[in-house]
C-alpha cells in the first residue's frame, strides 16, 4: 500500500491551523501544562537527530491535551554568540563548502545572496526552523509567542535578570583566565559546543612551570603534579620541535613557540624572540630552582609543542612516559651516541621513590608498565598505565621520607603547599591550557586569556546550592540516574563567567554596555518569557513597556502594574511553574543545573520548574551529527521519503529516550511500512458488518486492558511502551479479530475510536486519517478504561483458543501428516484446574515445594489424588510459565473451546472433536492440563 504522506499530512497540518489547537491562554477551569525543548542554536540547518527530542516534546504535549489540560508548548532560538556572524562571513567570503551546503539543503541561489549579515542568516533560519521543520512536523505550538535570544524584547528580559542577580548579591566581578577565540574573545567550551566547532570536551588545566637554569636562560618545564619535583632525574626535549627565547616579565625563558604564543594571552610581558637551537643543550645540565639541583637534559619525542611548554620535567618512578622514555634511552647505546650521550652516564640514572602508596612499592611507574608489559612509548597502554599509577598516588599516597618538610603529608595536600611555595619564591609560575585542541565557529584556535574585571554568576553561593539540590529532589526527572546525580553536580558548580568583550550577538550587559551576556547564561530563566513574548508579538505592550517595574510585577508580584499588564501576569500566574523541560544529554552539566539555580535564585519558591527530561542523540555510523558539519539528511528530504509519523514512530519506538540510537534508513522505512499495515488493518476492518461473537468481547476486554497499560506508560512519558502497544499489540489484535471472524461494526467503531486516540501522541496525521468522527482526534480526549468491558475469562478464553491452535500446528507438524482427517481436544480434568489456582496462588508465597504440597493436600478433594498431584506441583513449581495467566474452570475451557470449533475446522480444512480427558483413556487425553488441551491428529 502506498499512501499520499505529504498529502495526508498538509491536509491535516491545515486543519490544526485552522481550529488553533496549539494556542494557549487561560482556562482557569482546567489544570495546565507548560512544557519546552531547549531551544536551538542559529547556526545552520537542524537534522534528524534534533527532531528526536522535539517530536517527544510534541508527542507529550499531545497526550496532556488529550487529557483535558490546557497546554502551552512555545518555541524559540538561541541565537546569541558568534555562530551567525561566522555563517554570515563565509557567505560573504563565498566559501565554496560553505554555499554547496546552503544549496544542498534546499536554500535558493537568490536567498544566498542574501545571506551576508548576521541579521539575515538569523532571519532566514527563524523562518526555516519554525515553517519547515516544526510546522511541518505537526507541532502544536503556540506559534504566536515565537522569540529569539538576539530580538530588543528578549535583551530587556535578560537585562532585568542580571539586575535580579546583583539585588540577590549573586553577581560579582574578579580576574579569570577564560576560554577565548584569539579573534572573536571569551567562548563557552563544553559538549553542547555553542560556540565551538571542535573540543567540546577539553577540560581547563593549570600547570605549575618550573624553571631550570641554564647559562643566562631558564627551561620552562609545565606539570600538573608539583608534588613530584622530589623526584626529579632529568629534563625531556623533543629536538624535533621549535623552541624559543622568549622574555617574561625581564627574564629570558626557553620553552616552544606554541606555548609562548599562549602565554602572551596570559602575562603582560612576553616578548618572543630568536628561535632555540635544543640540540645544544641536549646532554647538558640545567639547575632545578625547585630543589636546587642540577639534572640532565635528555631527547624524548613523546613531548609535544602544544602540551605544556614543549619542557617535560621527568620523574620516572611516577610517570609512565617519563619511566619508558628513560628505559628506552638506558637499552639503547646507539640513540645516546646520536646525540653525543654517554650511555654509561645514563644508565647510572636511578628511580628516586618519592610517594608510598597503597598496593605499589617504591616505583610505581615501572611496576605498572612491567604488569601492562608496555616496551615502547608508541604503546597506547601508557595512557592507562598513567591513569592508574597518577589516580592511586592522588587519592592514597602519602610523601615519602626524602621529600623534606613534606614527608608523612597527603599527596593531596602536600601537592597545594609544595604549589604555593613555589609560586610564593619564585621558582614557580601558573600557566593555563586545555587538554585537547580547541576550534571556535568562526575557525580560530581557542585559547585560554586573561580577564581582569570578568563578570560571574555566584553559582558558589553556598545558600543557593543547597536551596537548589533540595528543590531538585522534589523534581521530576528522567532518567532517575540523572536525578540521582544531579546534587553532587550542583554542589560542584562554581562560579560561572557570564559576560564577553568582543564582537559578539546578544544582550548587552545593563551594567557596562562593553559587555555581551554569554549565550548560556542568556538561556537559563528564558521559559518565562513565553509567557511575555506572546504580548509583543501581538502588540499589547511595545519595548517600551519592558521596565524592571513591568517585569518585578509580572514575575515577582511586586507593586499594582499598569492596566494592560494585568493579562500578562494573570498568564504568569496561571501558567507557570514550567512542568517539563527537555534537552539534549550535553546539557546535564551545562543548561539544567544553571536553569534550576538561576530560578531558585530570582523567582518565588512556587515558580520554580517542575521537571526535566534528558533525550540522548540519534548519530549517524560514524558518530554525532553535527548541523553546521553538514552530513546527515536534510529534514524536509527525510520528510518527502519516510514521511513525518514514520519518523516520530522511530524516535519513540526504536530506543529509550535515555540512549543513542543510530539513524538507519532501513529502520525508518520499516516504521513507515508498519504505519501502512496499520492503515491497511484499519480499511478492513471497516468493511465489516455482522454479528457479534465470542470474539467481540475479548476485543473490547483488551482494549480497555489496553488502556489501563498506556496510563501506565504515560505516568512517566513512556513513550517506547505506549507506541509497542499501540502500534504493535493492539495491531497483532485487530489481525487476530479479523481471522477469527470478528465484523461487528458497533465493536470495530469503539476499538477504532479508542485506537486513534492512543495513536494520536505519536502519529498524529494517521491518527486523523483513520477517524471516522467529525471531531478532531487531536482535540478530543484521552479514552478511559471502561473496567465493566474488561472480562478476564473472555480473555483466558481466547488466550487458550490461541494456545491450542500453535498447538494443532506443532502436532501435525511432528506427526509430518500433509492434511489431518481429524483433530481431537482433549480439556483437562475438573479437578487440575482447582489445583493450578491453589498452586498459582502458593507460588507467589514460597517456592519450597514440600510446604507448598502440606498446603495443597490439606484440600480433601487433593488428597485423593496424591501421586498425581505431586508430580503435577512438581512440574510447576519447577516451571511456573506453564501455570496460565488466569486460570478458568474445565466448563470455561469446553465453551471456548466448542465455540472456536468452526474457527479450527476453518483453519485446517478437517473434523474436529471437543471431549473432557475423564471420558477417554487415551494417553493424550491424560497429558491435558488447563489452558492446555491434549491433542490428537488422524
Same mark, same amino acid.
Given at each position: 500500500?502506498?499512501?499520499?504522506?505529504?498529502?495526508?499530512?498538509?491536509?491535516?497540518?491545515?486543519?490544526?491551523?485552522?481550529?488553533?489547537?496549539?494556542?494557549?491562554?487561560?482556562?482557569?477551569?482546567?489544570?495546565?501544562?507548560?512544557?519546552?525543548?531547549?531551544?536551538?542554536?542559529?547556526?545552520?540547518?537542524?537534522?534528524?537527530?534534533?527532531?528526536?527530542?522535539?517530536?517527544?516534546?510534541?508527542?507529550?504535549?499531545?497526550?496532556?491535551?488529550?487529557?483535558?489540560?490546557?497546554?502551552?508548548?512555545?518555541?524559540?532560538?538561541?541565537?546569541?554568540?558568534?555562530?551567525?556572524?561566522?555563517?554570515?562571513?563565509?557567505?560573504?567570503?563565498?566559501?565554496?563548502?560553505?554555499?554547496?551546503?546552503?544549496?544542498?539543503?534546499?536554500?535558493?541561489?537568490?536567498?544566498?545572496?542574501?545571506?551576508?549579515?548576521?541579521?539575515?542568516?538569523?532571519?532566514?533560519?527563524?523562518?526555516?526552523?519554525?515553517?519547515?521543520?516544526?510546522?511541518?512536523?505537526?507541532?502544536?505550538?503556540?506559534?504566536?509567542?515565537?522569540?529569539?535570544?538576539?530580538?530588543?524584547?528578549?535583551?530587556?528580559?535578560?537585562?532585568?535578570?542580571?539586575?535580579?542577580?546583583?539585588?540577590?548579591?549573586?553577581?560579582?566581578?574578579?580576574?579569570?583566565?577564560?576560554?577565548?577565540?584569539?579573534?572573536?574573545?571569551?567562548?563557552?567550551?563544553?559538549?553542547?559546543?555553542?560556540?565551538?566547532?571542535?573540543?567540546?570536551?577539553?577540560?581547563?588545566?593549570?600547570?605549575?612551570?618550573?624553571?631550570?637554569?641554564?647559562?643566562?636562560?631558564?627551561?620552562?618545564?609545565?606539570?600538573?603534579?608539583?608534588?613530584t619535583i622530589y623526584g626529579q632525574t632529568n629534563l625531556w626535549?623533543?629536538?624535533?620541535?621549535?623552541?624559543?627565547?622568549?622574555?617574561?616579565?625581564?627574564?629570558?625563558?626557553?620553552?616552544?613557540?606554541?606555548?609562548?604564543?599562549? $602565554?602572551?594571552?596570559? =602575562?603582560? @610581558?612576553?616578548?618572543? /624572540? #630568536?628561535?632555540?637551537?635544543?640540540?645544544?643543550?641536549? &646532554?647538558?645540565? !640545567?639547575?632545578?630552582?625547585?630543589?636546587?639541583?642540577?639534572?640532565?637534559?635528555?631527547?624524548?619525542?613523546?613531548?609535544?609543542?602544544?602540551?605544556?611548554?614543549?619542557?617535560?620535567?621527568?620523574?620516572?618512578?611516577?610517570?609512565?612516559?617519563?619511566?619508558?622514555?628513560?628505559?628506552?634511552?638506558?637499552?639503547?647505546?646507539?640513540?645516546?651516541?646520536?646525540?653525543?650521550?654517554?650511555?654509561?652516564?645514563?644508565?647510572?640514572?636511578?628511580?628516586?621513590?618519592?610517594?608510598?602508596?597503597?598496593?605499589?612499592?617504591?616505583?610505581?611507574?615501572?611496576?605498572?608498565?612491567?604488569?601492562?608489559?608496555?616496551?615502547? $612509548?608508541?604503546?597506547? =597502554?601508557? @595512557?592507562?598505565?598513567? /591513569? #592508574?599509577?597518577?589516580?592511586?598516588?592522588?587519592?592514597? &599516597?602519602?610523601? !615519602?621520607?626524602?621529600?623534606?618538610?613534606?614527608?608523612?603529608?597527603?599527596?593531596?595536600?602536600?601537592?597545594?603547599?609544595?604549589?604555593?611555595?613555589?609560586?610564593?619564591?619564585?621558582?614557580?609560575?601558573?600557566?593555563?591550557?586545555?587538554?585537547?585542541?580547541?576550534?571556535?565557529?568562526?575557525?580560530?584556535?581557542?585559547?585560554?586569556?586573561?580577564?581582569?574585571?570578568?563578570?560571574?554568576?555566584?553559582?558558589?553561593?553556598?545558600?543557593?546550592?543547597?536551596?537548589?539540590?533540595?528543590?531538585?529532589?522534589?523534581?521530576?526527572?528522567?532518567?532517575?540516574?540523572?536525578?540521582?546525580?544531579?546534587?553532587?553536580?550542583?554542589?560542584?558548580?562554581?562560579?560561572?563567567?557570564?559576560?564577553?568583550?568582543?564582537?559578539?550577538?546578544?544582550?548587552?550587559?545593563?551594567?557596562?554596555?562593553?559587555?555581551?551576556?554569554?549565550?548560556?547564561?542568556?538561556?537559563?530563566?528564558?521559559?518565562?518569557?513565553?509567557?511575555?513574548?506572546?504580548?509583543?508579538?501581538?502588540?499589547?505592550?511595545?519595548?517600551?513597556?519592558?521596565?524592571?517595574?513591568?517585569?518585578?510585577?509580572?514575575?515577582?508580584?511586586?507593586?499594582?502594574?499598569?492596566?494592560?499588564?494585568?493579562?500578562?501576569?494573570?498568564?504568569?500566574?496561571?501558567?507557570?511553574?514550567?512542568?517539563?523541560?527537555?534537552?539534549?544529554?550535553?546539557?546535564?552539566?551545562?543548561?539544567?543545573?544553571?536553569?534550576?539555580?538561576?530560578?531558585?535564585?530570582i523567582l518565588p519558591a512556587d515558580k520554580w520548574p517542575k521537571?526535566?527530561?534528558?533525550?540522548?542523540?540519534?548519530?549517524?555510523?560514524?558518530?554525532?551529527?553535527?548541523?553546521?558539519?553538514?552530513?546527515?539528511?536534510?529534514?524536509?528530504?527525510?520528510?518527502?521519503?519516510?514521511?513525518?509519523?514514520?519518523?516520530?514512530?522511530?524516535?519513540?519506538?526504536?530506543?529509550?529516550?535515555?540512549?543513542?540510537?543510530?539513524?538507519?534508513?532501513?529502520?525508518?522505512?520499516?516504521?513507515?511500512?508498519?504505519?501502512?499495515?496499520?492503515?491497511?488493518?484499519?480499511?478492513?476492518?471497516?468493511?465489516?458488518?455482522?454479528?457479534?461473537?465470542?470474539?467481540?468481547?475479548?476485543?473490547?476486554?483488551?482494549?480497555?486492558?489496553?488502556?489501563?497499560?498506556?496510563?501506565?506508560?504515560?505516568?512517566?512519558?513512556?513513550?517506547?511502551?505506549?507506541?509497542?502497544?499501540?502500534?504493535?499489540?493492539?495491531?497483532?489484535?485487530?489481525?487476530?479479530?479479523?481471522?477469527?471472524?470478528?465484523?461487528?461494526?458497533?465493536?470495530?467503531?469503539?476499538?477504532?475510536?479508542i485506537w486513534t486516540r492512543l495513536m494520536n501522541p505519536i502519529?498524529?496525521?494517521?491518527?486523523?486519517?483513520?477517524?471516522?468522527?467529525?471531531?478532531?482526534?487531536?482535540?478530543?480526549?484521552?479514552?478511559?478504561?471502561?473496567?465493566?468491558?474488561?472480562?478476564?475469562?473472555?480473555?483466558?478464553?481466547?488466550?487458550?483458543?490461541?494456545?491450542?491452535?500453535?498447538?494443532?500446528?506443532?502436532?501435525?507438524?511432528?506427526?509430518?501428516?500433509?492434511?489431518?482427517?481429524?483433530?481431537?481436544?482433549?480439556?483437562?480434568?475438573?479437578?487440575?484446574?482447582?489445583?493450578?489456582?491453589?498452586?498459582?496462588?502458593?507460588?507467589?508465597?514460597?517456592?519450597?515445594?514440600?510446604?507448598?504440597?502440606?498446603?495443597?493436600?490439606?484440600?480433601?478433594?487433593?488428597?485423593?489424588?496424591?501421586?498425581?498431584?505431586?508430580?503435577?506441583?512438581?512440574?510447576?513449581?519447577?516451571?511456573?510459565?506453564?501455570?496460565?495467566?488466569?486460570?478458568?474452570?474445565?466448563?470455561?475451557?469446553?465453551?471456548?473451546?466448542?465455540?472456536?470449533?468452526?474457527?479450527?475446522?476453518?483453519?485446517?480444512?478437517?473434523?474436529?472433536?471437543?471431549?473432557?480427558?475423564?471420558?477417554?483413556?487415551?494417553?493424550?487425553?491424560?497429558?491435558?492440563?488447563?489452558?492446555?488441551?491434549?491433542?490428537?491428529?488422524?
Open positions: 500500500m502506498n499512501l499520499d504522506w505529504n498529502k495526508l499530512q498538509d491536509k491535516w497540518q491545515k486543519q490544526w491551523e485552522k481550529a488553533e489547537l496549539g494556542k494557549a491562554s487561560v482556562s482557569k477551569d482546567k489544570d495546565k501544562f507548560f512544557m519546552i525543548f531547549a531551544y536551538p542554536g542559529i547556526s545552520g540547518f537542524l537534522h534528524v537527530g534534533h527532531m528526536r527530542g522535539f517530536s517527544y516534546t510534541d508527542a507529550i504535549c499531545r497526550y496532556e491535551r488529550l487529557k483535558g489540560k490546557e497546554v502551552i508548548f512555545p518555541v524559540g532560538t538561541h541565537a546569541s554568540g558568534n555562530q551567525a556572524i561566522s555563517f554570515a562571513n563565509k557567505v560573504k567570503n563565498k566559501d565554496q563548502d560553505w554555499i554547496n551546503y546552503l544549496l544542498n539543503n534546499g536554500c535558493p541561489q537568490k536567498k544566498i545572496k542574501e545571506l551576508t549579515t548576521p541579521e539575515k542568516i538569523i532571519e532566514y533560519f527563524n523562518g526555516v526552523y519554525v515553517n519547515d521543520y516544526w510546522k511541518k512536523f505537526g507541532f502544536l505550538c503556540d506559534w504566536e509567542r515565537f522569540t529569539c535570544t538576539t530580538f530588543p524584547d528578549y535583551e530587556k528580559f535578560i537585562q532585568w535578570q542580571f539586575k535580579k542577580l546583583l539585588q540577590k548579591d549573586l553577581l560579582v566581578q574578579k580576574p579569570y583566565f577564560a576560554t577565548a577565540c584569539i579573534v572573536h574573545g571569551p567562548v563557552a567550551v563544553d559538549p553542547s559546543e555553542t560556540d565551538i566547532s571542535k573540543g567540546g570536551n577539553a577540560e581547563k588545566n593549570e600547570y605549575t612551570l618550573l624553571k631550570f637554569k641554564f647559562e643566562n636562560f631558564y627551561l620552562v618545564a609545565a606539570t600538573l603534579r608539583p608534588e626535549v623533543n629536538p624535533e620541535i621549535k623552541y624559543l627565547h622568549v622574555e617574561v616579565e625581564g627574564e629570558d625563558w626557553i620553552m616552544s613557540r606554541e606555548a609562548a604564543e599562549k $602565554l602572551q594571552y596570559q =602575562k603582560d @610581558e612576553v616578548l618572543l /624572540k #630568536e628561535d632555540i637551537d635544543i640540540k645544544r643543550f641536549i &646532554g647538558k645540565k !640545567a639547575k632545578a630552582s625547585s630543589i636546587e639541583k642540577e639534572i640532565i637534559i635528555l631527547p624524548a619525542t613523546f613531548v609535544h609543542a602544544d602540551v605544556g611548554t614543549g619542557i617535560v620535567t621527568s620523574v620516572p618512578s611516577d610517570a609512565p612516559y617519563d619511566y619508558v622514555a628513560l628505559r628506552t634511552l638506558q637499552e639503547n647505546p646507539q640513540l645516546c651516541k646520536a646525540y653525543n650521550l654517554n650511555p654509561q652516564e645514563i644508565k647510572n640514572i636511578s628511580l628516586i621513590p618519592i610517594i608510598k602508596t597503597k598496593g605499589h612499592g617504591n616505583f610505581p611507574a615501572k611496576e605498572v608498565v612491567e604488569k601492562l608489559n608496555i616496551r615502547s $612509548l608508541a604503546d597506547p =597502554k601508557l @595512557e592507562e598505565a598513567t /591513569k #592508574e599509577v597518577y589516580k592511586a598516588g592522588h587519592h592514597s &599516597g602519602v610523601m !615519602a621520607e626524602n621529600c623534606g618538610k613534606y614527608a608523612g603529608k597527603k599527596v593531596e595536600e602536600a601537592k597545594e603547599l609544595i604549589k604555593a611555595e613555589l609560586l610564593e619564591s619564585g621558582k614557580g609560575e601558573v600557566f593555563h591550557d586545555l587538554s585537547e585542541e580547541v576550534i571556535c565557529r568562526c575557525g580560530n584556535k581557542v585559547v585560554i586569556k586573561r580577564i581582569d574585571d570578568q563578570w560571574f554568576i555566584r553559582y558558589s553561593d553556598q545558600a543557593l546550592t543547597e536551596r537548589s539540590k533540595e528543590h531538585a529532589k522534589e523534581m521530576n526527572i528522567y532518567p532517575k540516574e540523572y536525578k540521582e546525580n544531579l546534587p553532587s553536580i550542583l554542589d560542584w558548580f562554581s562560579d560561572r563567567a557570564c559576560t564577553r568583550l568582543g564582537n559578539w550577538l546578544g544582550s548587552r550587559f545593563p551594567f557596562d554596555e562593553n559587555w555581551i551576556v554569554e549565550p548560556i547564561s542568556d538561556s537559563t530563566l528564558y521559559p518565562a518569557y513565553y509567557i511575555v513574548s506572546k504580548f509583543i508579538n501581538n502588540d499589547t505592550i511595545s519595548l517600551h513597556d519592558l521596565s524592571e517595574e513591568f517585569f518585578d510585577h509580572v514575575f515577582l508580584g511586586v507593586g499594582e502594574g499598569k492596566k494592560k499588564w494585568k493579562a500578562i501576569r494573570e498568564e504568569f500566574q496561571y501558567f507557570y511553574p514550567l512542568d517539563l523541560n527537555l534537552g539534549g544529554k550535553e546539557h546535564q552539566t551545562v543548561h539544567f543545573p544553571v536553569f534550576i539555580m538561576n530560578h531558585v535564585g521537571g526535566i527530561l534528558v533525550n540522548w542523540w540519534v548519530t549517524g555510523k560514524g558518530g554525532k551529527i553535527s548541523k553546521s558539519k553538514g552530513g546527515a539528511e536534510p529534514i524536509p528530504n527525510a520528510i518527502e521519503k519516510y514521511g513525518v509519523d514514520a519518523m516520530r514512530l522511530y524516535y519513540a519506538h526504536i530506543g529509550s529516550p535515555h540512549i543513542d540510537v543510530v539513524w538507519t534508513e532501513e529502520v525508518v522505512l520499516n516504521y513507515k511500512n508498519a504505519l501502512e499495515r496499520v492503515y491497511a488493518v484499519a480499511e478492513e476492518l471497516r468493511k465489516a458488518d455482522g454479528n457479534k461473537k465470542a470474539v467481540d468481547q475479548w476485543l473490547l476486554s483488551r482494549t480497555h486492558q489496553h488502556i489501563k497499560t498506556c496510563n501506565k506508560a504515560m505516568e512517566q512519558y513512556g513513550l517506547r511502551d505506549l507506541a509497542s502497544m499501540v502500534y504493535y499489540t493492539m495491531y497483532d489484535d485487530l489481525k487476530w479479530y479479523l481471522r477469527r471472524g470478528g465484523e461487528n461494526k458497533n465493536t470495530i467503531n469503539e476499538v477504532l475510536a502519529t498524529p496525521h494517521l491518527s486523523e486519517e483513520l477517524n471516522d468522527s467529525k471531531e478532531l482526534v487531536s482535540a478530543s480526549s484521552w479514552p478511559k478504561a471502561d473496567e465493566k468491558k474488561i472480562s478476564p475469562t473472555a480473555e483466558a478464553g481466547e488466550e487458550l483458543v490461541r494456545t491450542t491452535i500453535d498447538g494443532m500446528r506443532n502436532v501435525l507438524n511432528l506427526a509430518k501428516l500433509p492434511k489431518p482427517r481429524k483433530f481431537t481436544l482433549f480439556v483437562a480434568e475438573d479437578w487440575s484446574y482447582e489445583l493450578f489456582n491453589l498452586v498459582s496462588k502458593e507460588i507467589k508465597v514460597t517456592r519450597n515445594i514440600g510446604e507448598i504440597m502440606r498446603r495443597i493436600l490439606e484440600e480433601e478433594k487433593m488428597k485423593i489424588k496424591g501421586k498425581e498431584v505431586s508430580k503435577i506441583v512438581m512440574s510447576l513449581v519447577k516451571d511456573a510459565s506453564k501455570i496460565p495467566s488466569l486460570v478458568t474452570t474445565q466448563k470455561e475451557e469446553l465453551a471456548a473451546l466448542k465455540d472456536a470449533k468452526a474457527f479450527f475446522e476453518k483453519e485446517f480444512e478437517c473434523k474436529i472433536e471437543i471431549l473432557r480427558a475423564e471420558d477417554s483413556q487415551h494417553a493424550k487425553a491424560q497429558s491435558a492440563m488447563p489452558g492446555k488441551p491434549g491433542i490428537l491428529v488422524e
